[in-house]
Nanobody
Framework: QVQLVESGGGLVQAGGSLRLSCAAS????????MGWFRQAPGKQREFVAA????????DYADSVKGRFTISRDNAKNTVDLQMNGLKPEDTAVYYC???????????WGKGILVTVSS
């Protein structure tokens, strides 16, 4: 299995940028597809971005496309989310997610808060 720890959250003004990082522990990090989800106050958890095991393919929610970039470093066992042009509606707890493709098991980080002020 894998354990996930997010970092890099905080408070930023609208139009600013933040970079989130997720550090994974355990074996075979490259066997996991990785993703980011978020949950805003009073709303359901929603998909933000995902990246394939090799890093060759990415996917984004329409709401963040063109503003957010997901990347991974399999040598360091990390996945990042670069967030530019932040909007107040991006305010949420952001969760790192790992999908073990061979077994379809999923794992979650504890989440990290991003607050975008107007």
């Amino acid at each position: 299995q894998v354990q996930l720890v997010e970092s890099g959250g905080g408070l930023v003004q609208a139009g600013g940028s933040l970079r989130l990082s997720c550090a994974a522990s355990g074996r075979s990090f490259s066997s996991y597809a990785m993703g980011w989800f978020r949950q805003a106050p009073g709303k359901q958890r929603e998909f933000v971005a995902a990246i394939s095991r090799s890093g060759d393919s990415t996917d984004y929610a329409d709401s963040v496309k063109g503003r957010f970039t997901i990347s991974r470093d399999n040598a360091k066992n990390t996945v990042d989310l670069q967030m530019n042009g932040l909007k107040p509606e991006d305010t949420a707890v952001y969760y790192c997610n790992a999908l073990e493709v061979t077994t379809m098991k999923t794992y979650w980080g504890k989440g990290i808060l991003v607050t975008v002020s107007s």
